[in-house]
């Protein structure tokens, strides 16, 4: 089992920026592959970025592409995902998941959180 526990959402102005993080405990963190999820009320739940076991490569949602950044700090069995230039259609809760593959699919990420609100306002 992993646990995993995201903090760092809030409430931002339109433009600005936030960092969450998702701290892991359980299994070896180095084990995973990490992401980010995301869902807004009355949507399915998206895929937001991903980072590899190692840290040496990410892949990102077309809409938060250069945006966002999505890194890891094994030593601290700690996901972050740096957002900046929020929008409002950024806003949802936000989700941290781990896979044994480095994958975009919801359904291919095995430990999930409980999730951290992130409010954009216009």
């Known amino acids: 089992q992993v646990q995993l526990v995201e903090s760092g959402g809030g409430l931002v102005q339109a433009g600005g920026s936030l960092r969450l993080s998702c701290a892991a405990s359980?299994?070896?963190?180095?084990?995973?592959?990490m992401a980010w999820f995301r869902q807004a009320p009355g949507k399915e739940r998206e895929f937001v970025a991903a980072?590899?076991?190692?840290?040496?490569?990410?892949m990102y949602a077309d809409s938060v592409k250069g945006r966002f950044t999505i890194s890891r700090d094994n030593a601290k069995n700690t996901v972050y995902l740096q957002m900046n230039r929020l929008k409002p259609e950024d806003a949802a809760d936000y989700y941290c998941?781990?896979?044994?593959?480095?994958?975009?699919?919801?359904?291919?990420?095995?430990?999930w959180g409980q999730g951290t609100q992130v409010t954009v306002s216009a």
């Open positions: 980072i590899t076991k190692s840290g040496s490569s990410t």
């Open positions: 359980g299994r070896t963190f180095s084990n995973y592959a």
């Open positions: 998941a781990a896979s044994p593959a480095f994958v975009r699919a919801a359904n291919g990420y095995l430990y």
